[in-house]
């Protein structure tokens, strides 16, 4: 192509249109014509949306893993919730999500979340590992209007131990990942501590 381009002018293309001059004229268009291909489909991913913890370093209850009403309740602090607030267009399908809560430290008993308002957990038992790291999924199906700031409050379970621990308190990170309808994701972390 270089040949092309330094070849020298023969008497019958000075008057016409060369080949050098469509070589030239090809090589500038190519990345234009690619530019303009992408430029589309990167302006039509993802929704205008963003999530946050809210009330972080809040007092909370937890309540214990068996359930509701069983056991001890006890104190920490955490977040009381999380917002999606959407500022494009209207969120329509489901918000999928994951949360996990990982010890920060040596600990004998796994914090947890006991619901999620307005979205469905989707295993009834909590799922702590041996090493008390807690994991759920979640669901939600109601969609988000453009405009709206969407709330879902949290409530938080402890990971009930025998022996259960006693005059300590433990701290967990908390991470939340949102799927959101358009395969984006929206990622929350903060901390949440029990006190024993």
Same mark, same amino acid.
């Given at each position: 192509m270089s040949e092309v381009l330094h070849a020298k002018v023969t008497e019958s293309e000075k008057h016409g249109i060369s080949r050098r001059s #469509?070589?030239? /004229?090809?090589?500038?268009? &190519? =990345?234009v014509i690619a530019t303009a291909i992408a430029a589309p489909a990167a302006a039509a991913s993802g929704y205008s949306a963003t999530a946050a913890l809210v009330g972080q370093a809040s007092n909370i209850t937890l309540v214990s893993s068996s359930g509701t009403g069983s056991g001890t309740n006890q104190t920490g602090k955490g977040p009381t919730g999380f917002q999606i607030n959407n500022t494009g267009i209207?969120? %329509?399908?489901v918000i999928t999500? %994951? #949360?996990?809560?990982? =010890?920060? /430290?040596? #600990?004998?008993? /796994?914090? /947890?979340?006991q619901s999620i308002g307005s979205a469905t957990l989707t295993a009834a038992v909590p799922a702590y590992t041996n090493a008390f790291?807690?994991?759920? %999924? @979640?669901?939600y199906a109601g969609g988000v209007t453009s405009g709206q700031t &969407? %709330? @879902?409050p949290l409530s938080f379970q402890y990971q009930r131990v025998t022996p259960a621990p006693s005059k300590t308190t433990y701290s967990y990170t908390l991470t939340i990942t949102l799927r959101l309808p358009d395969g984006t994701d929206r990622i929350m972390a903060g901390i949440v501590t029990v006190a024993y």
């Open positions: #469509v070589v030239a /004229g090809v090589a500038w268009s &190519l =990345p209207a969120m %329509t399908g999500g %994951t #949360v996990n809560i990982k =010890p920060s /430290g040596t #600990v004998i008993a /796994g914090a /947890g979340i790291e807690y994991n759920a %999924t @979640f669901t &969407l %709330t @879902f």
